[in-house]
Structure formats: C-alpha cells, structure tokens
C-alpha cells in the first residue's frame, strides 16, 4: 500500500495532481463496496443535480471503467477508460488514456487513484487523486470544478456508505 504519511508535494508530478484527501465517517467495507458495485457508484459519483448512468467497473488490470456523466439540462458525457491497478479494499486506479483492449483513447486527460486506509474507530481515510500530463490539463480539471466537484461526490459516497 502506498505510504499514506507522504506528503503530497514529495511527489514528483505534484504540479499536476490534484487531490481530495480526508477521513470519512464510514467504514472501509462499505466505501470500497460504492466503489465496486455499479449501481452503488451511479447514487454519488457525480455532484448532484449531475448523475451517472450505465456504470460498468471489471475490477482488474484492463478491466473496463466506463459511465456516462448526465447534466441536469440533458447534457450526456460518456466516460470510459480502465482499471490499472485494483487492490482490493485498498487501492484502485483507473485511466482514461487507454480503453478495454489496452486501446489508446482519443484524448489522455487523466490517471484517477482512490486510496482507503483505516482511521479511528469505523473511519477512513480517503484519498483521490487526480494525476494529469501536463499543467493546462490539471488547470482546466480545477476550472471545472474539481474541488468542490469531487468534494461533493465524497460527501455523497460518505453519506451512501454510511446507510450500508
């Protein structure tokens, strides 16, 4: 597992990552169950009013990862990419720079790694990371709402795990 205690900056593209990193009052069973099972991720993986349909996770290396993000207004916004690394309760990481098949994507923007580790008493602590190629594509990912984006989807996965 990686070593939680490291600081973020120590890291090498620190620049370009963008990362949500806090302790969630739910138990690591139930948020790794959010993240495995596909109707759990389509209740919170976007911030509402924004909400995801068609959720495919084949939790392996190359196993596919794919949604399709919906606007309030109608917008529609397929996702899809693969697992690259699956640690079970522990660690997932995904991309969309590649799609199943080990294909190349259109467009690289992102590789996305979710750690879950242990805190007090039925917490814990969650970090997501978002690691970019290049400063304009973690700048454009902050424009978009990154943040307060992914802040809000981690409150909604809190809130789900939590009723598991």
Not at 39 to 58: I, M, R, S, Y
Not at 77 to 106: K, Q
């Amino acid at each position: 597992m990686p070593d939680l205690k490291k600081p973020d900056a120590e890291t090498p593209d620190a620049a370009n990552d963008l990362v949500i990193d806090r302790v969630l009052n739910a138990p690591r069973a139930a948020l790794w169950r959010c993240w495995a099972e596909p109707k759990l991720l389509e209740q919170w993986f976007c911030p509402k009013p924004w909400f995801v349909t068609d959720a495919k996770l084949d939790l392996r290396p190359g196993g596919e990862c794919s949604f399709v993000m919906n606007g309030p207004d109608g917008e529609r916004f397929p996702n899809i990419g693969v697992f690259l690394a699956v640690e079970p309760m522990t660690r997932i990481v995904t991309t969309d720079a590649l799609t199943p098949g080990w294909r190349p994507s259109g467009r690289a923007f992102m590789v996305a790694e979710t750690i879950f580790a242990d805190a007090d008493a039925g917490k814990t602590r969650y970090v997501a990371t978002a690691r970019h190629w290049t400063d304009e594509a973690r700048a454009e990912h902050e424009a978009m709402g990154f943040h307060e984006g992914w802040g809000k989807a981690a409150d909604q996965l809190e809130a789900l795990a939590r009723t598991l």
